[in-house]
């Protein structure tokens, strides 16, 4: 029994090599490199990596007024990010969880459709929708009786940007996590006459809370390290981290000053996490090893409870419908601009119907069409090679994990969790020191390591419900290993890589944040043209390119669901 294990973790090993090999190549030296960047002494652009050290650059960002206003605005803002994402997302969740089954993958698609859009797109409805002639501004001015209300280029504004973009995430952590909740418990808690806010509070806001604890973590981070939307939303009137490090490598071509801001981030980042981790973890003490008694809260007053009981239900309904609309509406403003008949891309009234902006794009849009060949062609070779790596890792972890399977999970999504753009500054500087490389194999290298961590979870869900039986039953017929992974494992692993794969191609595809440092003159891909063309040229093509992108964004999620019901396709 024991070589048997001992066989089987050797196995294990030899799965996880390949995924292991490519992260420490394209992702840990990247990182590290930042590092040393932040650290060197020769500030030149095309100064080689040296041992000759100094931490002057550190000690500007750590005592630089300038820098440190920006870094507690930028932590400042994700912390309300992330309590927004909170407040709006867990009641998506909870209505995704109690949706009937059939209804279930049109649900989920609500949120998808979204998180899968790119992020550029995405600002653009908003900065439609908060445009001053908008019908929102245009209602508060009335209401506050000014003659205009601008809400464009300020902290509320980049604070929406950001919960729009990323509380799909925690949506989707917390939802995951109320599926594994057995009903019974809520049933039990009912049938003891517990009323609904009652049991929200007591019984299923406990359970849902590591769901909640990861995707607040996830939203934190990422909109701590967000420049895209702070960028088009914020007009350069509000200033984060991540605009710093992107003025600082391109514009200025300062890499250790931008190296060392990016470090200085991360930090705070690691430090914010530990907390906000251990601030969860005095309200989960069944995760640690030695449970901690909480004191006991002191119930309610009859008044106050059976208030809370007639508000809590409408606030709940209040924040729901505004995440919904928050998700959804941008896009649909889009889609409306497209054949809006205004003269530029971010107007908020409408002018009349028009069909010349696609006209325009169909027979003067070879640039985009162009981008958009690029951003295939990456998101396929992508996609293909993520899927290769961790296909062989997914078995590793579910059936020969040589450690805690959770634990070294954790490992493998890294890359979402370290900021991606320290991450493109590695990658940056190292494609500047080996130059042999073609840049679009550059990319390729990037759009893995961002994706990996999403095609591995999917498809070690994948791997976990396949039928164990009937792999032994064909190798008790005499079929090989070999044999029995052609002709059984894999055909029940379609769907799921199928699905895998689109999913992989969808976010590669959109992909922006850390691809904007990496592209050239001739390599462009469609975001980054988008991105490009609202900051410079706001002509209404920019929405017909940006319609087309939903659409085939629904159109893929509509297939995916058939192989796969989209509510089993995000898992953590």
């Known amino acids: 029994m024991i070589a048997s294990d001992q066989r089987s973790s050797r196995l294990g090993l030899v799965l996880l090599a390949p995924l292991s090999l490519w992260l420490a190549t394209t992702f840990a030296v990247p990182m590290g490199t930042v590092g040393l960047l932040s650290l060197q002494a020769d500030t030149s652009i095309f100064a080689p990596l040296s041992l000759d050290l100094t931490v002057r650059h550190l000690g500007a960002v750590l005592t630089d007024p300038y820098y440190l206003e920006i870094l507690a605005q930028t932590l400042w803002i994700g912390a309300q990010v992330t309590l927004w994402s909170a407040l709006l997302g867990v009641p998506i969740a909870l209505w995704l969880s109690r949706v009937p089954p059939k209804w279930r993958s049109m649900a989920v698609a609500i949120v998808l459709i979204p998180l899968l859009t790119n992020v550029v797109v995405r ?15 245009a209602l508060l001015a009335l209401l506050t009786g000014q003659d205009r209300v601008n809400l464009l280029f300020t902290d509320f504004t980049v604070i929406v940007a950001l919960v729009q973009v990323f509380c799909p995430f925690l949506i989707m952590a917390v939802y995951d996590g109320l599926t594994g909740i057995d009903r019974r418990v809520d049933e039990a808690a009912e049938s003891l006459g517990a009323p609904p806010i009652a049991r929200f509070w007591t019984v299923t806001l406990p359970l849902a809370l590591p769901g909640l604890r990861a995707g607040a973590t996830i939203v934190f981070l990422l909109a701590t390290t967000a420049y895209v939307s702070a960028t088009l939303l914020g007009g ?29 981030l991360m930090l705070c980042c690691v430090v914010a996490t530990v907390l906000i981790n251990r601030g969860f973890g005095l309200f989960l003490p069944w995760l640690v090893n030695r449970p901690r008694t ?41 889609v409306i601009n497209s054949v809006n008949d205004v003269p530029q891309a971010t107007a908020g009234t409408w002018q009349g119907f028009t069909t010349r902006w696609y006209a325009m794009v169909l027979l003067e849009g070879s640039a985009y069409i162009d981008s958009a060949v690029i951003s295939a062609r990456l998101a396929v070779t992508a996609a293909v090679i993520a899927l290769a790596l961790s296909v062989p890792a997914a078995f590793a972890l579910v059936r020969h994990s040589p450690a805690d399977p959770d634990l070294l999970a954790s490992v493998y999504i890294l890359p979402l969790a370290l900021p991606g753009i320290a991450f493109a500054l590695g990658i940056l500087k190292l494609l500047q020191i080996f130059v042999a490389i073609p840049p679009f194999w550059g990319l390729v290298m990037v759009h893995v390591v961002l994706i990996s961590p999403f095609t591995l979870a999917m498809l070690r869900t994948a791997v976990l419900n396949l039928d164990l039986a009937q792999e032994e039953a064909a190798q008790g017929l005499g079929a090989g290993p070999v044999r029995t992974f052609a002709l059984v494992t894999l055909p029940g692993l379609a769907p799921g890589l199928t699905a895998a794969g689109i999913i992989a191609f969808l976010i590669s595809f959109g992909e922006v944040t850390v691809t904007a440092f990496l592209t050239t003159a001739r390599l462009q891909t469609l975001p980054v043209r988008i991105y490009a063309d609202i900051q410079f040229d706001v002509l209404p093509t920019v929405n017909v390119v940006s319609t087309l992108l939903i659409l085939a964004t629904i159109a893929v999620l509509a297939l995916v669901n058939r192989l796969v019901p989209l509510e089993r396709v995000w898992h953590r």
Request: proline fraction near 11%.
């Open 236 to 264: 350069k009137q509000v200033w984060v981290a991540g605009m710093v490090v992107y003025e600082e490598a391109l514009q200025i071509l300062n890499y250790p000053g931008a190296s060392a801001v990016a470090v200085v």
């Open 123 to 137: 600002s653009l409805g908003l900065l439609q929708a908060l445009a001053p002639d908008a019908p929102l501004p």
């Open 294 to 334: 909480l004191p006991r809260a002191e119930p309610l007053p009859d008044s106050a409870a059976q208030a809370l009981e007639f508000l809590g239900p409408w606030v709940g309904r209040a924040l729901f419908l505004a995440g919904l609309a928050l998700l959804t509406f941008p896009l649909l403003l889009v």
